[in-house]
């Protein structure tokens, strides 16, 4: 692995379903983060971790869980989705001393 | 309002028009500040961070004004291939911690 990846790149979903957004980095960074993207809104910041064992809630944190038993993974987990949780989610990664962020590929997902 | 507020564009110049992006910031107590660069349905990439006294790399010269909360971007000499959208991204201060913001991102189109 070089980076940070995501799994799956693309999946389509029936409402109500459960699913969990992979992600994991090799760069030993502490920070993480998933992010929803929609045309017109930008990048939103949902869940994020500063450091293994600790999370927090970014900004649209409903109807998503996270966990980060470890540095390197960081899955995002959709209990029921819907279909307004359909969107581009990319997962990101950083270090402390430059706060710059790495992306992962993204993951394109669609409720019907 | 959103906290991190872009100019949505899209902004269409020749090729070796200069083009200036601004972004502002709502909270004063912010650090780290980064233009990233995101092509279509592609993750988004660092293209520089934003430093207190400027910082140019190349054609590119990022600015940060904290009296009046905003962050520049300047673009000389513009080539098709600077094409893309441009994210601001600011670490407002929230709670004890740091939080990345993102702008909605500016839309450049250079054309020949």
């Known amino acids: 692995i070089a980076g940070i990846t995501q799994a799956p790149t693309s999946q389509i979903l029936a409402a109500g379903r459960r699913m969990t957004l992979r992600c994991t980095q090799d760069m030993r960074h502490n920070a993480m983060y998933w992010y929803r993207q929609d045309l017109g809104l930008g990048l939103r910041l949902i869940h994020y971790s500063n450091t293994a064992g600790t999370t927090g809630k970014g900004e649209v944190p409903d109807g998503y869980s996270v966990s980060r038993a470890n540095t390197d993974d960081f899955p995002l987990t959709l209990a029921s989705a819907v279909p307004s949780q359909t969107s581009v989610y990319f997962c990101?990664?950083?270090?402390?001393?430059?706060?710059?962020?790495?992306f992962g590929p993204g993951t394109r997902l669609t409720v019907l | 309002r959103k906290e991190v507020e872009q100019d949505p564009g899209p902004f269409n110049v020749p090729e070796g028009a200069t083009v200036a992006f601004n972004c502002t910031y709502s909270?004063?107590?912010?650090?780290?500040f980064f233009w990233y660069r995101q092509d279509c349905r592609k993750e988004p990439k660092l293209l520089m961070s934003v430093y207190s006294s400027g910082n140019e790399d190349g054609r590119f010269t990022a600015q940060l004004n904290r009296a009046s909360q905003y962050i520049s971007l300047l673009i000389r000499d513009s080539k098709l291939s600077d094409s893309a959208t441009y994210l601001c991204v600011v670490n407002l201060a929230s709670g004890g911690s740091y939080i990345p913001t993102f702008g909605r991102g500016t839309s450049l189109i250079v054309h020949p």
């Open positions: 909270n004063s107590a912010s650090q780290s």
């Open positions: 990101a990664s950083s270090d402390g001393q430059t706060d710059t962020q790495y």
